[in-house]
């Protein structure tokens, strides 16, 4: 994307999140290798798709810090998700 510009010149800033666009754009996204279904949400970030998370949070964790984020120069998001038991503190 470095030797791209936008319409006005400009650079383009690569990110990976979606605060609600994951909803629309799965609407017009085949199916993915992942097990998602043609027109199912895709993932709202680097995280994984809603219920594809098998091996718990410090395999997501594990993965993500894989990425290359010198590369996404606009940011990205990464949303955990934990069952309420799970950080029940116990007194």
Known sequence: MVKHVNY???KYN????STTFHLVFGVFTAATADGRK???PLSNGVGPFTSRDK?????I???VMKLENELMTNG???????HPNTLKLEL
């Open 55 to 59: 091996n718990g949070p410090t395999a």
């Open 8 to 10: 006005r010149g400009g």
């Open 61 to 63: 964790l594990n993965s």
């Open 14 to 17: 690569p990110g990976i999140y």
């Open 38 to 40: 043609s027109r199912e």
């Open 76 to 82: 990205n998001s990464l949303i955990l998700s934990f």
